[in-house]
């Protein structure tokens, strides 16, 4: 509530503002001119929402609005990896008997997806940063999408299953860095790591949910109007993605420019909290080649996306979790029911550890934990084949992802401006990263299980060298604050600016 101060200067009751540093005495103490000064401040920036607290509630409904309008993409999601894995279910039950897969033509298939996938991610983000219209764009593409996957349940042969992988990859590169972007356009800093990660948790439950589908589909729908089970799994599957985007086309939200269902107060605060988060307009124009010239010269750029390769190298045991599995001895009904408990698991230790590393404003030391967490799972499942022991490591290794989810909001957090910049830099370390799904789905091969050691041995290794890149990266954006604080003092800055997230 609005009221004055006995000099009539309006205040926000209840409101304890913060204070500069050079706002104190010597003793640390805050002048009593300064809290005036400050409180005049944080009325004046807010006087267009009538006040502090008017704006703080206009804000929360602002969020929930748009927090009910982005819970599509999890669902998306969820259909975007299923679409993209469900090949690994499919193998259980004769997708590579009934194609006359040979030798390495399995992991090539799983393979190919992301050459594709890597090729259109960057432009893709471009032209979504350039068209503003993600409501129309993303659904667009997931229709596409949808298609392709139930042509894949139509092949014959090696030829025609790898040209459907191909372009499911060409397709899907839209939706994950096009998803992050769109978070970033909506979201300040404190706020992202929770919403990448409630995203990404679609990705978690998809490992869960898609094996609990796939063995509905694969046990309930054998010789079904003459189709093998696996073909009923690419038709539902790709079937139920087409009419979701149909309705997503309604319910995404656009850009804060462009979205019409916004309020004029709700879209003019949804512009000022981003400049007020990164120091500049959000929406400041900056041509196409402009951001694409800037992320390319940013060393930054690939050192991290090369720290996200070498982790997504140790998650590909996600591609094979069924064949992991099934080393439990268990038949195929109950190794798909298996996967889905260390995949719930995973979704709920990505939710708290990524709530609590926005709390603290912390990233580096969440991401060490999990994946460490990671490789003692991998260190258990090399040392034995005792049942209980080895579906134990499933978990911890799921569990990986919650690390996963947090450096991909570090990395948000740590390019926040221009937005042309920041869509191309999003896009392209997830691209470039997509390399490391080339590169793990030739680490499982069958000569190597049942116990896998060799392949475990790699995921050791990866993530370790994500973990001591993690670490770089870290020093680097605390020598970055450091500089930004001693200009700051030297130039006798009253307010602290941006400062990167460690």
Not at 404 to 432: D, E, G, H, Q, T
Request: glycine content about 8%; proline content about 4%; overall charge neutral.
């Amino acid at each position: 509530m609005s009221v004055t101060n006995e000099k009539g200067v309006p205040s926000d009751e209840g409101h304890t503002p913060k204070f500069p540093a050079s706002s104190t005495d010597e003793k640390g103490s805050i002048s009593h001119t300064d809290r005036l000064n400050s409180d005049v401040e944080n009325f004046d920036k807010d006087e267009e929402f009538g006040g502090p607290d008017n704006r703080r509630r206009l804000e929360k409904k602002l969020l929930l609005k748009v927090d009910l309008r982005m819970s599509i993409l999890v669902v998306i999601y969820i259909l975007n990896y299923i679409d993209r894995n469900n090949a690994a279910a499919a193998r259980l039950r004769g997708f590579e008997a009934d194609l006359h897969l040979t030798g390495k033509q399995f992991p090539t298939l799983l393979s190919i997806l992301y050459v594709g996938y890597i090729i259109m991610q960057v432009p893709s983000n471009m032209f979504l940063n350039w068209i503003g219209k993600p409501s129309l764009y993303l659904p667009a593409c997931m229709i596409v999408w949808g298609t392709i996957s139930v042509l894949t349940g139509i092949t014959h042969n090696f030829v025609g299953a790898l040209l459907t992988r191909f372009f499911l990859g060409f397709v899907e590169a839209a939706f994950f860095p096009g998803a992050l972007f769109l978070l970033s356009k909506w979201y300040k800093r404190e706020e992202l790591g929770l919403r990448t990660a409630i995203l990404y948790v679609g990705n978690i439950i998809s490992n869960g949910f898609g094996t609990l589908m796939a063995s509905g589909i694969l046990n309930g729908m054998e010789g079904k109007l003459g189709h093998a089970a696996w073909r009923w799994l690419f038709y539902i599957e790709g079937g139920i993605t087409i009419a979701v985007a149909v309705l997503a086309i309604f319910v995404l939200p656009d850009f804060p420019t462009t979205s019409k269902w916004l309020s004029p107060q709700e879209r003019s605060l949804a512009v000022k909290r981003m400049e007020e988060d990164g120091g500049v307009n959000d929406e400041e124009s900056e041509s196409a080649g402009s951001g694409l010239l800037m992320a390319l010269l940013d060393w930054r750029v690939w050192f991290i996306a090369l720290a996200l390769t070498s982790q997504v190298v140790a998650l590909s045991f996600n591609a094979y979790f069924p064949t992991l599995t099934a080393t439990l001895g268990y038949n195929r009904t109950v190794t798909l029911l298996l996967c889905a408990p260390p995949w719930a698991f995973a979704a709920l230790v990505t939710f708290f550890v990524s709530r609590h590393s926005d709390q603290v404003q912390e990233r580096f030391y969440h991401i060490m934990g999990s994946y460490i967490t990671g490789i003692i799972g991998f260190i258990i499942a090399i040392s034995t084949m005792n049942t209980a022991a080895r579906y134990i490591s499933l978990f911890l290794m799921a569990q990986s992802y919650a690390g996963f989810v947090v450096l991909y909001a570090w990395i948000s957090n740590s390019f926040p401006r221009p937005p042309s910049k920041r869509a191309v830099a999003l896009a392209l370390i997830n691209a470039f990263s997509q390399l490391g799904n080339i590169a793990g789905s030739y680490v499982w091969p069958t000569a190597w299980g049942p116990t896998y050691r060799y392949s475990y041995g790699i995921c050791i290794a990866t993530s370790g060298l994500a973990i001591a890149m993690c670490f770089v990266f870290k020093l680097h954006l605390q020598s970055l604050n450091r500089k930004a604080e001693a200009e700051e003092k030297a130039n006798g800055a009253e307010k602290q600016g941006f400062r990167y997230i460690l």
